[in-house]
């Protein structure tokens, strides 16, 4: 049995579902169908979700919306006509949309949550009846009746563990179930919504619950790229990563989705394939526990700008014990979060995300650390990028970093920091924001051009 | 005017000390002489300070040790025949020795020290004679007279600032002054030793303190080398290299003499030039404070053996606010200093020396970390060798880590760790000892064959 998940734009149109149904019916053991709200049709389209909540702003700032609510419907209506509906199950999402929205709204956040999942849950709806009107079994299926039971975080739930249990009995159900992604309910029984990438999470915890052996996540690109498309073009595709790897990308800027959403179907060891909507007969990209380590050792190159690093000297530092301890406990105190700390004999330098610290907090630390450390120097380097070149084992591969630092040499590119030593699986630059392109582009070409992923 | 340091070899014996005072009368400007006790003559020959621990020891426990103390008498006066010196000054080092050893020994610390500083304070009293008998005004000077004032810290002395002042009228006294290094005065005006390479620490004081325009070093080598010549042979000589890059190399068991005795020097901005008794025309190598960025971007390489480490790995690490600050606590806590902590995403190492952990601290720092930071693995991995790759401004020459990581490849050299990016003078690479030696020659190879330094 498998769970199949399908994003936004894998649901903007009429056009789009059919597209979903034909997937779905070519494979009889895609039974458990996870779906978004309408996504976009094209680029500067708006998504089902943002009008609704900007609907629910309005309804609860004015107590109506009367333009975003039609909106909404309109974007419903299109589908149902594209798909040859009745009339009337547009007719029910109305009715069902107001009387959300005139529901009470003491608790706003209670009140935008309900408003954001009745996205997917109508969508879930209109599926389902769309694949009944092609003759097909198909059953939408309510997350409460189902089980799925999240804490009372809105917008950040979390699923109860004994959630699982219970939709495990879903295997048992007939036909074609059709689930709406991106909420489950507290337990009082109210909506409460994960947080972004919801749907994916909703398909994982499914994927588990039902010890799906696939977790098929159809999207709109063929599979996840070795590189950034924005800095290589047609990148090589990634045929298979294991969620390490894959979070150890997403670290840096580097993402299809939020590799956080994976995890329940990876608590349960189930695999995950990446699959394009669009395109499904696209092998898409298999993201696993382990993997053979073929294919060179390098299988992805993530960057991310926006760091800077703090560096602190002070002489016979290596002689203090607790220097660092206290150096990181000043940082705690002022609430910034650090990634990596490279030291050298008299001095440790501090790399964190540079948005974090404004002109001022940023002299409130340095005065800091001079005052309590007695630093001899401390000074503050901007706008450093970090690359993370990823791949399993690559850290026993001799050469790895004579290769990647020789093609950094190649494009005049000067590394600011190396971070190699902890991960088994990564290896990290620091250079100037204005060479990350050129950084990123050059290790490119030495680790994938005539190298099949 | 220049202060000038002989070492124990360059003071071992007459041919030795004929050597030495050579040296001296033929700058007019070398009026400040700074002497140690007789050294080793021959690789298995007991230096004259060790004789005269022993002995000492032999009468706090014995009241007495007749065959140590011939020992060291025999030592000044083979070296008094040599030199056709007057057998009184062997008498008067005799008398004067004896009355130390009989003196109150209800501080065993202190007496101890009493006794070890008396080598130097001899040994000057001895060639001040041997230049006086050459025809050349010459004086012992007395540290208590000159004025050079330290802690009361027996075997580890600091000086007192005001000390500086004070020997600043040596430079009035006419004639070659021969002051016996290692030892100052308390307060309470009794004898303190300095730390080892207690002679070397005397010399900069002076250096400091009559503010010399050199500190010459006199050693038994022709220069600082680029690399340790047990692992390759004939390096190049450093013919100039900063304090900086220095102690950098000294770090890692690289050390002609443990740099921080020259910190007094350093602070008044004194060169020091490390030059060979037995060959003083050979130019040696200066330490300054700045030099010329020329002759490549390395100036030496290090190796230390001994290292091992600590390995934690705990998933979403790196949102968890103040897990490198409580990790490095646990150490702390442990007594337990730490030399560099390279970080991936989920997982932090802990570089440390590995003979501060038994085996059974070992288990007790994993289970505390385990128990205390719910880590999902600890582990550590013994016998790695850090290799500190120095040279003034490296940080900023593209390629040099392309250089680098290629001369290990070659090798077949693993890397286990790379630190680089907060000292501006060096960057380390971490190997199994196993590799050690081939690392670093492969490095050297890449390096300095062909180069001048």
Redesign the interface.
């Known amino acids: 049995m498998k769970v199949v998940k399908f994003g936004g734009s894998s649901l903007a149109s009429g056009e789009q579902i059919q597209k979903v149904y034909n997937i779905v019916v070519s494979d009889s053991k895609r039974k458990m169908v996870v779906v978004s709200a309408p996504g976009k049709r094209y680029s500067d389209d708006c998504k089902v979700t943002d009008l609704l909540i900007a609907c629910a702003e309005g309804y609860l700032e004015d107590g109506e919306a009367p333009d975003l609510f039609e909106a909404v419907i309109e974007r419903y209506s299109s589908i149902a006509r594209e798909l040859n509906l009745s009339a009337n199950i547009v007719e029910k999402i109305h009715d069902d949309l107001l009387t959300l929205l005139q529901a009470d709204k003491c608790n706003p956040e209670q009140f935008l949550d309900v408003i954001k999942a009745s996205g997917e849950d109508n969508h879930a709806k209109l599926i389902a009846a769309y694949f009944r009107h092609q003759g097909v079994e198909a059953h939408y299926v309510n997350p409460k009746e189902a089980g799925l039971f999240v804490s009372n975080e809105p917008g950040n739930a979390q699923v109860l563990p004994d959630s699982y249990q219970r939709l495990y009995s879903l295997r048992e159900r007939s036909g074609i179930l059709i689930f709406p992604g991106f909420f489950g309910y507290n337990e009082q029984g109210e909506v409460v919504t994960f947080s972004r990438s919801g749907s994916d999470i909703s398909g994982a915890i499914l994927a588990n619950g039902i010890k799906a052996e696939l977790y098929e996540n159809f999207t709109d690109v063929n599979a996840v790229y070795s590189v950034n498309p924005t800095i290589v073009q047609n990148p090589k595709e990634i045929r298979e990563l294991t969620y390490r790897e894959m979070?150890?990308l997403s670290?840096a800027g580097f993402s299809v989705f939020h590799e956080?959403a994976l995890i329940p179907a990876f608590r349960a060891g189930i695999p995950v394939n990446v699959k394009n909507t669009n395109n499904p007969s696209a092998l898409g990209t298999r993201i696993v526990n382990e993997r053979d380590n073929t294919n060179g050792p390098v299988i992805g190159i993530a960057s991310d700008q926006g760091f800077c690093?703090i560096?602190v000297s002070k002489y016979?530092m290596?002689?203090e014990?607790?220097f660092?301890?206290k150096l990181?406990?000043i940082l705690?105190r002022n609430?910034l979060?650090?990634?990596?700390?490279?030291?050298?004999?008299?001095?440790?330098?501090i790399?964190l995300r540079q948005n974090q610290m404004d002109h001022l907090l940023e002299k409130e630390i340095i005065d800091q650390i001079k005052r309590e450390l007695h630093a001899d120097e401390v000074k503050v380097e901007h706008n450093l990028a970090l690359i993370m070149v990823v791949g399993k084992g690559m850290?026993?591969n001799?050469?790895t970093?004579?290769k990647a630092?020789?093609a950094?040499?190649r494009a005049?590119?000067?590394?600011?920091?190396?971070?190699?030593?902890?991960?088994?699986?990564?290896?990290m630059f620091?250079v100037k924001e204005e060479d990350e392109k050129r950084a990123v582009q050059a290790i490119y070409e030495e680790f994938f051009v005539g190298v099949v992923v």
């Open positions: 979070r150890e670290y956080e690093s560096y016979l290596n002689r014990v607790g660092g301890r990181l406990h705690e609430g979060s650090y990634e990596h700390t490279p030291s050298g004999i008299d001095d440790i330098s790399i850290r026993h001799i050469g970093m004579a630092s020789a950094l040499e005049r590119v000067n590394i600011e920091m190396i971070n190699q030593g902890s991960s088994e699986v990564s290896m620091g």
